[in-house]
């Protein structure tokens, strides 16, 4: 088992250029989340899939912000333009109906 | 809205020495309660769960009671190890919420041999 695969691990990009964060879940997961590291808010909840379909973005900081999930077994999360307070780890969970979810190992974002 | 808080840290001990890191919790209904547990570079690990009220969760030497009437969730060791240094966190997911998670600060634990 593989386990939930994230993609870059570290990106280092300069404000204002698009970013794109991969992951993807455990196959057979029906769930998929994202979230976001930082120390000054901890670990938030960005947005959740279920069956590829977009249950909840409230968490989801401003328009600049953007996930999609084409099918079960990738999703990506989209920064654009990004800004330094984007600086963050971001990490994908995914679980089977709603139940432990497994992190992956998250990707480190530095925007200068 | 639900929200968890915790302890302050980070919480130094010495090997072999108890740890406890208190959480308590608001939420609207019957909340499951967690404790995952981030080791360094890497993604979190569920460490125990406890599902409803009295509920103790385990694993690893690690012990939560669900305390409804305190609203508490604490993690307890009996005897750390420096293998146990890393970053904890207790979270919390209504029982309607197809598991997401609402997560505290986190406790960054650091075990000295």
């Known amino acids: 088992d593989a386990g939930v695969i994230q993609s870059p691990r570290h990106e280092v990009t300069e404000m204002g250029q698009e970013v794109t964060l991969r992951c993807k879940p455990i196959?057979?997961?029906?769930?998929l989340f994202w979230y976001r590291q930082t120390m000054m808010r901890g670990l938030e909840l960005l947005i959740y899939?279920?069956?590829?379909?977009?249950?909840?973005d409230s968490g989801m900081p401003e328009d600049r912000f953007s996930a999609k999930m084409p099918n079960a077994s990738f999703s990506t999360l989209k920064i654009q333009p990004s800004e330094p307070r984007d600086s963050a780890v971001y990490f994908c969970?995914?679980?089977?109906?709603?139940?432990?979810?497994?992190f992956g190992p998250g990707t480190r974002l530095t925007v200068t | 809205g639900n929200s968890v808080t915790q302890m302050e840290g980070p919480v130094t001990l010495s090997e072999e020495a108890f740890l406890t890191i208190n959480c308590t919790y608001t939420?609207?209904?019957?909340?499951?309660l967690f404790w995952y547990v981030q080791y360094p570079g890497e993604g979190l690990q569920l460490l125990l769960k406890?599902?409803?009220?009295?509920d103790k969760g385990s694993n690893k030497g690690f012990e939560a009671t669900y305390r409804k009437e305190t609203t508490s969730f604490h993690l307890e060791k009996g005897s750390v190890q420096v293998s146990d240094s890393a970053v904890y966190f207790c979270?919390?997911?209504?029982?309607?919420?197809?598991?997401?998670?609402?997560f505290g600060q986190g406790t960054i634990l650091t075990v000295h041999p």
């Open positions: 969970a995914s679980s089977l109906k709603g139940s432990k979810q497994y």
């Open positions: 196959s057979g997961h029906d769930y």
């Open positions: 899939f279920n069956n590829n379909v977009p249950i909840d």
């Open positions: 939420a609207t209904g019957y909340p499951s």
């Open positions: 406890a599902t409803k009220a009295d």
């Open positions: 979270a919390l997911s209504e029982s309607d919420s197809y598991g997401k998670l609402t």
